[in-house]
């Protein structure tokens, strides 16, 4: 079951894991009302440093980047990624960059 | 003569020098197999060391015993991979090996240096590993006279290789310390980065049970940052801490140091290669499997050898001049030693996660698939006779490459 919602003026559809279905209905203002839906408002540059960065690696890869390359290719360290989306990062990320949710997949 | 190259004499490796041996004719086609090490290990094997159901024995051989006679076996380090002109360089004789295609199979392996403060002067003391033939050993030794405590198990990042082998090295834990009659003793904690006791909701959902059950504690959600070896903790990157007496830790993985070095690999140098052909993203002649390959499922022999099959059709075609068929779907299949002498099978693929029914046979099995039953032990028992006589020798095994939803229920 998929279902849509109103983000910040655009009709976004959302998995049944409540990630968005489709990365190209994403945009920067859409990013900021999901950010805002998980307590993290408002956006500083280095949130959206991480967020670009997630965006073209996934244009390039397909997947939503785990911390390890965020942190390795991206250059934002670990804990800086857990103090600008606390409580599970790599999720947070995700979900406010439009993605996938990560597969995490072992 | 074409040239065959393969890089890594492990699981995949010889798995493929075998089939590829018997299937690429001898005058048209040279094989040579690259491996820095003599030794074969049955990684599977590590994990029962610690509490003596394995000795040394079970889990060494030599890699040429394993290998076919007309394939080149050459023991030495790779220095370079150099795609752009179809050669790698090694250390032995500093020689230059040419090559039409090149398969890269160098594994992962367990980095504790990664991870700040767990190499130092308690590694191996209140600190241990079973991933590595020295570091189960070692762990044997320690639990022999350990006297009880908080024994807490920790999976530093993913991936990892066998990623049932932490929660069957904690199963199996509670059954060592309930026999030595000292279970009261011991408090056991499972501490990993993942939301529950395993990936996919069905199998992590039973084997949570499974854990509290045995009164093991699971700590989800923890990302360690570092270690206090002097303080006994683990520290997580949101600064949370666990307390421990000895730990035993699964380190970060990465593919091979060459990988990173020759350009072709990921964050970890792990080589990125289509998920469904195995085929790089990067040449056209070369392809990667097994733990070496960034693929999404996990890094295990039972994966390697599926993947070998596929690959083996696969790349006969490719040479032909025919496209490569998507045929690979991530299918892994795993014993998980649960304790007191039994088991639970699990059987998926990139899409399809671990259900309950019978296997191989439909209906009939003898394995459980999502169940633990005394049968499912024999099976893991039984695979490392399968696994040094069939699957390194590239023989039929008959479960098929391709997971199969026959047998299961959803």
Not at chain 2, 1 to 28: R, Y
Not at chain 2, 242 to 266: C, Q
């Amino acid at each position: 079951m998929t279902t849509v919602r109103d983000i910040a003026g655009n009709e976004i559809e959302f998995g049944d894991d409540g990630y968005m279905l489709n990365p190209d209905d994403w945009n920067q203002d859409v990013a900021a009302e999901l950010a805002k839906e998980i307590g993290i408002d408002p956006l500083t540059d280095r949130h959206w440093d991480v967020i670009n960065f997630c965006r073209e690696d996934y244009e390039e890869q397909g997947d939503a980047p785990t911390l390890r390359r965020i942190s390795k290719v991206g250059g934002v360290p670990t804990k800086e990624l857990y103090k600008l989306f606390p409580k599970g990062p790599a999720k947070k990320v995700a979900y406010v960059s439009g993605l996938k949710k990560p597969s995490g997949c072992i | 003569m074409k040239k065959l190259l393969i890089l890594g004499a492990g699981t995949a490796g010889t798995m493929l020098a075998n089939k590829l041996s018997h299937e690429l004719s001898q005058e048209e086609w040279k094989i040579t197999i690259v491996d820095q090490d003599t030794v074969h290990y049955y990684q599977p094997g590590f994990l029962f060391i610690p509490f003596g159901i394995y000795g040394p024995n079970d889990v060494v051989k030599a890699k040429r015993d394993y290998l076919p006679p007309s394939v080149d076996v050459i023991v030495s380090e790779i220095e370079l991979i150099e795609p752009e002109k179809n050669q790698v360089r090694i250390a032995k004789d500093n020689r230059t090996l040419v090559y039409d295609y090149l398969i890269i199979v160098t594994g992962a392996s367990p980095r504790p240096e990664e991870t700040p403060g767990l190499v130092g002067p308690e590694w191996r003391k209140s600190i241990h590993d079973f991933y590595t033939y020295e570091g189960a050993l070692a762990l044997a030794k320690k639990l022999r006279t350990w006297e009880g405590g908080r024994l807490v198990l920790n999976i530093m990042d993913l991936p990892y290789k066998c990623p049932v082998a932490p929660l069957e090295f904690i199963f199996l834990a509670d059954w060592y310390f309930h026999d030595k009659g000292m279970r009261d003793k011991v408090d056991l904690t499972l501490v990993t980065p993942l939301p529950g006791a395993f990936t996919k909701p069905r199998a992590s959902s039973l084997l949570g049970n499974t854990l509290e059950e045995k009164n093991i504690n699971l700590i989800p959600d923890f990302l360690p940052e570092r270690v206090d070896a002097e303080a006994h903790q683990l520290i997580s990157y949101e600064e949370e801490v666990v307390d421990y007496d000895l730990l035993v830790t699964v380190p970060v993985h990465m593919g091979a140091d060459v990988i990173g070095r020759s350009g072709l690999g990921d964050e970890s140098n792990f080589v990125p290669v289509d998920k469904h052909t195995l085929l790089s993203k990067q040449y056209d002649n070369i392809f990667s499997l097994g733990d070496a390959a960034a693929l999404p499922t996990s890094k295990a022999g039972s994966v390697a050898h599926f993947a070998g099959e596929v690959f083996v059709e696969n790349f006969l075609r490719y040479i032909d001049g025919l496209e490569l068929q998507p045929t690979f779907d991530g299918h892994a299949n795993c014993f998980i030693e649960s304790g007191f002498g039994k088991g639970i099978l699990i059987d998926f693929n990139y899409d399809v996660e671990p259900l309950p029914g019978k296997f191989p046979l439909p209906g009939i099995g003898p394995f459980s698939l999502l169940q633990e039953s005394e049968m499912n032990h024999w099976g893991k028992m039984m695979f490392r006779w399968m696994y040094w006589n069939l699957l390194l020798k590239g023989k039929e095994m008959g479960i098929t490459s391709q997971m199969s939803m026959a047998g299961k229920w959803s």
